[in-house]
């Protein structure tokens, strides 16, 4: 049984007011850094003060294998997993480049990968088993490993520095995964929730979505967001539900990145709805069911590229806005202080 | 008369198809850094190389004032103009605040401003005069104004170092000009190219429109592209459009801001199409009618967030993006060097 972290509602009206007068006065028309402004008000209620600035953001990318593949529902092999892997800690992947290019400290978390991994630094070793069950035949995981899962991705996020964490996943077969939580805890039809994921073809598209279509049946019954996890999920999602909960009761901001990781938010929200007050979403994805999930969260993206690739390779180009909306606010200069007229003057 | 400076079409199929198989072969789903992968192609060939890196970028903005905000087509009084001058330099605005975070150099250029300003580092003194004239009662400016503007700008960018520019703006009433000139460029109706501009309320977008209506019919008959420049433009929009021409020919990147800096590149793509393949549009503004002009300039921009501040406020905030694009090409590994199997493997 999870016990949930404690949480506080973030909205005092307080400094809400204090932050919205103080990106009303500064030197730009009203409203002038649309989306902007609203991020840098979040952030000032996350990090709970006028003045925030982001601290040793941490970019963590959770891995794990999915049984469910011997369906047939991606494009690639699992052992692309475990190469994937190697090559985020050799500093290849796309998210090695971007965390690098903006500051972002990177940890790789062996969640579930079907292949034993060598220790080294950048590289948490917490594996539950070689990857899940595969949930076309039985619950992906059981009771005790999403319980185990969700420990490991809360001692993650309790053992890294900094006050700004930014989620990332990389497993074969998790944007199957995704769709069936999606499609579980919004209640929506499992089609408008499948997407091609890593690039299936039309024929890969119809097996996948049989698939899937027969794992939700199976699970009928199931409805409790931690059974669903279990049942569906995959150890990366699980921790990341259990990161998010953490991170977000430790008020840290954190950045979601795509269709597998907004997953695992849907979990954790369901769990514990003032965790959405923490997540920024980094990105609308290209993978289909992302825009409604995103609708589903209430969540307004920051970007919006026709990115289709996970790994956290989303919010760590999401990062650069994060830090502009607190330069926004802590070093901007008012219309007083720097003697510019206002509307009508 | 503009001698237009000669330009070449960067679409060789060489470089091109070379450039397109290493994006393709790099650690990722074929397509999935969507709109980045565009940009990094782009990049590459406007650099002329497989391996493009970003030099020395800088932000210029050009302040001029407006004789038209006389009829009061403006939420803000002039003097605004050149209070945000002195801000820029005192380094509290917006896009002071952005480029400092994200490395870029920032020049401001007098273009026009009503006001003498002292000479000073990172300001350049090329002022054509203290404002246009009231394009309601007569041309804003001569031809000869409008020549040296154009000279101007491309000066600004020879002294300039690196490979990549940023245009910004600032000129209280310049919303004004850039609907003026999108409307007689594109020949969309005044209606579908004028917006808030700072933040007009209802009565005076209805007073913009009429006046604009107005100046729309005393030059109904000037056509050519430099003389509807002169006629309806301003100083800044008018160096503007000879960087971008001058940028354009040394095969910098370039890239542009919002209404405003768009509204240039329209002049200069309606003298020499081949600029547009040099150029970064890096948002839609929330001024209404840029969407529109977007669309006529076939440019998908990077970011839509609302913004409406100019300055180049919002080609500081996307620069992080073209950065990660070149690295895409020259730090991501490819499937091959990484050993990471690929799809259907």
């Known amino acids: 049984m999870l016990n949930l972290p404690d949480m506080n509602d973030l909205n005092s009206a307080g400094l809400q007011a204090r932050l919205r007068h103080l990106i009303d006065h500064k030197t730009k028309p009203l409203g002038s850094l649309g989306q902007l402004e609203a991020l840098a008000l979040q952030l000032g209620l996350v990090l709970q003060t006028e003045t925030p600035h982001l601290d040793q953001p941490q970019m963590v990318v959770f891995a794990g294998d999915h049984g469910l593949v011997a369906q047939g529902v991606s494009a690639y092999p699992s052992d692309v997993t475990w190469q994937m892997v190697e090559n985020f800690l050799a500093g290849g992947a796309a998210v090695s480049v971007i965390a690098r290019q903006n500051g972002l400290a990177l940890t790789v978390v062996d969640a579930g990968v079907a292949r034993e991994l060598a220790p080294r630094a950048g590289l948490q070793l917490r594996k539950i088993a070689m990857g899940t069950m595969d949930a076309s035949q039985g619950p992906a995981m059981t009771a005790d490993q999403c319980q185990a899962a969700l420990t490991a991705g809360a001692e993650v996020v309790r053992g890294l520095p900094g006050n700004a ?83 977000a009761a430790q008020n840290r901001v954190i950045v979601v990145d795509g269709f597998i990781t907004s997953s695992a938010v849907l979990v954790a929200q369901a769990l514990q709805p003032l965790v959405l007050q923490r997540c920024v979403f980094a990105h609308q994805s290209d993978e289909s069911g992302h825009a409604r999930m995103l609708a589903h969260l209430q969540a307004r993206p920051l970007l919006n590229l026709g990115l289709r690739l996970g790994e956290g390779s989303g919010a760590a180009l999401a990062w650069p806005l994060l830090e502009s909306s607190c330069r926004i606010l802590t070093e901007m200069a008012s219309f007083e202080s720097a003697g510019v007229s206002t509307a009508g003057a």
Chains 1, 2 share one sequence.
């Open 165 to 247: 964490v930014l989620l990332g996943e990389m497993g074969i077969g998790n944007t199957s995964s995704a769709a069936l939580l999606m499609a579980r805890l919004t209640g929506l039809p499992i089609e408008q929730c499948v997407g091609r994921g890593t690039g299936l073809d039309d024929a890969g598209m119809q097996r996948k979505l049989s698939v899937l279509s027969q794992v939700m049946s199976r699970y009928a019954q199931v409805v409790d967001p931690l059974a669903v996890l279990a049942a569906m999920g995959g150890f990366e999602i699980a921790m990341m539900t259990g990161a998010v909960l953490e991170a």
